[in-house]
């Protein structure tokens, strides 16, 4: 029995030995020093963009602090073309990337997860060009259930607006639709297929103020007559070309 408790003890010190000689070594010569020393502590591969970083943690953590600003700025400061971009200038403002990068998720998968409200606290603490990225004034009311009070302050523009569907025919303020989890509106409804006032959300193609429109697009339809602010009159509300009396048509 004794034996037994001596052998115990042994082990015990063993393991606590173990534990403490391990971080010790890889905090002093890094974490390839203890061979099979990641494999314990690794959480998943990188994407295929930093693959090649999968045996070098140091490249990207810090010890006891796990991936820190400037292991990231080591690679990523001389990226111009990000920081010259005005959807993604904010950058040079930003001092924790963890809020919006995550690693370890796979190959397939790329290392951002934007996080709106983290943009938002940049921008509203005036951080250089991260406060075009909040609309001026105290914080509106949330327009929906999809949104919060401090998500509306976003400027959702400043960064989607070459996204906007809409032409700028909504205004811009895409917070009293959107969410910024999705750009889908689940409760959306198109108004009915007998509807007349088309241009009050749709705007023509620039070939429909053109010669294009008489010579082509309204012959085919089979409506000489029509006005470009008719859409009703060829375009069925099922998609833009399934036209009235002809089907699929796409000429472009």
Same mark, same amino acid.
């Given at each position: 029995?004794?034996?037994?408790?001596?052998?115990?003890?042994? %082990?015990?010190?063993? /393991?606590?030995?173990?534990?403490? $000689?391990?971080?010790?070594?890889?905090?002093?010569?890094?974490?390839?020093? /203890?061979?099979?020393?990641?494999?314990?502590?690794?959480?998943?591969?990188?994407?295929?963009?930093?693959?090649?970083? *999968?045996?070098?943690?140091?490249?990207?953590?810090?010890?006891?602090?796990?991936?820190?600003?400037?292991?990231? %700025?080591?690679?990523?400061?001389?990226?111009?073309?990000?920081?010259?971009?005005?959807?993604?200038?904010? +950058? $040079?403002? #930003?001092?924790?990337?963890?809020?919006? +990068? /995550? @690693?370890?998720?796979?190959?397939?998968?790329?290392?951002?997860? !934007? *996080?709106?409200?983290?943009?938002?606290?940049?921008?509203? @603490?005036?951080?250089?060009? $991260?406060?075009?990225?909040?609309?001026?004034?105290?914080?509106?009311?949330?327009?929906?259930?999809?949104?919060?009070?401090? @998500?509306?302050?976003?400027?959702?523009?400043?960064?989607?607006?070459?996204?906007?569907?809409?032409?700028?025919?909504?205004?811009?303020?895409?917070?009293?639709?959107?969410?910024?989890?999705?750009?889908?509106?689940?409760?959306?409804?198109?108004?009915?297929?007998?509807?007349? @006032?088309? #241009?009050?959300?749709?705007?023509?193609?620039?070939?429909?103020?053109?010669?294009?429109?008489? !010579? #082509?697009? #309204?012959? %085919?339809?089979?409506?000489?007559?029509?006005?470009?602010?008719?859409?009703?009159?060829?375009?069925?509300?099922?998609?833009?070309?399934?036209?009235?009396? /002809?089907?699929?048509?796409?000429?472009?």
């Amino acid at each position: 029995m004794k034996r037994l408790e001596a052998l115990y003890l042994v %082990i015990a010190a063993a /393991v606590a030995g173990l534990g403490f $000689a391990v971080p010790y070594l890889a905090h002093r010569d890094g974490a390839q020093s /203890v061979p099979g020393w990641t494999w314990f502590v690794d959480p998943g591969p990188l994407s295929s963009r930093h693959a090649f970083l *999968q045996q070098d943690c140091e490249s990207c953590h810090t010890p006891h602090l796990g991936p820190t600003a400037d292991r990231c %700025i080591a690679c990523h400061a001389n990226e111009s073309e990000l920081l010259e971009r005005a959807p993604t200038a904010f +950058h $040079a403002a #930003v001092e924790d990337c963890r809020s919006c +990068h /995550v @690693e370890h998720l796979g190959r397939s998968r790329r290392p951002v997860d !934007m *996080q709106h409200e983290q943009l938002l606290r940049l921008a509203l @603490e005036k951080r250089g060009s $991260a406060a075009e990225f909040v609309a001026a004034g105290p914080p509106p009311a949330a327009p929906h259930a999809g949104i919060t009070r401090a @998500e509306a302050q976003l400027a959702c523009q400043s960064c989607h607006a070459n996204q906007d569907r809409h032409r700028t025919l909504f205004g811009t303020d895409c917070a009293q639709c959107h969410s910024v989890s999705a750009w889908t509106i689940p409760a959306f409804v198109h108004p009915s297929a007998q509807s007349r @006032e088309c #241009v009050q959300c749709h705007q023509a193609p620039p070939s429909h103020y053109m010669e294009h429109f008489k !010579m #082509v697009s #309204v012959t %085919i339809a089979g409506r000489p007559h029509a006005d470009v602010s008719q859409c009703f009159e060829c375009h069925k509300t099922t998609a833009w070309n399934d036209i009235k009396g /002809v089907g699929w048509y796409k000429h472009h």
